[in-house]
T-cell receptor, first 116, second 109 residues
Framework: DAGVIQSPRHEVTEMGQEVTLRCKPI?????LFWYRQTMMRGLELLIY????????DSGMPEDRFSAKMPNASFSTLKIQPSEPRDSAVYFC??????????????FGAGTRLSVL | GEDVEQSLFLSVREGDSSVINCTYT??????LYWYKQEPGAGLQLLTY?????DMKQDQRLTVLLNKKDKHLSLRIADTQTGDSAIYFC?????????FGPGTRLSVLP
């Protein structure tokens, strides 16, 4: 498997524009996570899905952020309108529930977002 | 809620051992993990330890767990320049992870 695939790798946009980040999880994985990484706040969990259903979105900063998972192989994170403080690296990760307490998340390479 | 703490920076000379420390608060943790993030990349699982173990060794990596003190450490023997990265300690509850802030390891020639 090619691993978790995110696109684009880099996104530069102007304040007020809509931004859409994309993620393809590892085939067969039933959990998908969106994280944001900044120097100031470290790695923050934004939202996660189980079997395409959003389970916990308490980490989503505000209503400008939305995430969808229309099927098991695709998810999007949308920011509308974008602001300079949204500049960060956004990671998608996926995992497979094995029935044991051990859990391994596999991360994509991330999307570096710069909002000017 | 669960909290995971790490020191933010560590510098070592090439060939020396590196020790990265982590403390956590959840006493019910079953597994604890170390992830590595190289520049421009996502996090990658490095190793993990089951909570009823005190130590786990994997080539140059040694993980020590003191469950009483809720302290986890990662030792890298014979540290190389390729080990320069950010190392994250992580605890999980269910399918969720709580990550520490990450320790940035710099390896000096």
């Amino acid at each position: 498997d090619a691993g978790v695939i995110q696109s684009p790798r880099h996104e530069v946009t102007e304040m007020g524009q809509e931004v859409t980040l994309r993620c393809k999880p590892i085939s067969g994985h039933d959990y998908l996570f969106w994280y944001r990484q900044t120097m100031m706040r470290g790695l923050e969990l934004l939202i996660y899905f189980n079997n395409n259903v959003p389970i916990d979105d308490s980490g989503m900063p505000e209503d400008r952020f939305s995430a969808k998972m229309p099927n098991a192989s695709f998810s999007t994170l949308k920011i509308q309108p974008s602001e300079p403080r949204d500049s960060a690296v956004y990671f998608c990760a996926s995992s497979l529930f094995s029935g044991s307490a051990k859990n391994i998340q596999y991360f994509g390479a991330g999307t570096r977002l710069s909002v000017l | 809620g669960e909290d995971v703490e790490q020191s933010l920076f560590l510098s070592v000379r090439e060939g020396d051992s590196s020790v990265i420390n982590c403390t956590y608060t959840d006493s019910s943790s079953t597994y604890l993990y170390w992830y590595k993030q190289e520049p421009g990349a996502g996090l990658q699982l490095l190793t993990y330890i089951f909570s009823n173990m005190d130590m786990k060794q994997d080539q140059r990596l040694t993980v020590l767990l003191n469950k009483k003190d809720k302290h986890l450490s990662l030792r890298i023997a014979d540290t190389q320049t390729g080990d320069s990265a950010i190392y994250f300690c992580a605890d999980n509850y269910g399918q969720n992870f709580v990550f520490g802030p990450g320790t940035r390891l710099s390896v000096l020639p």
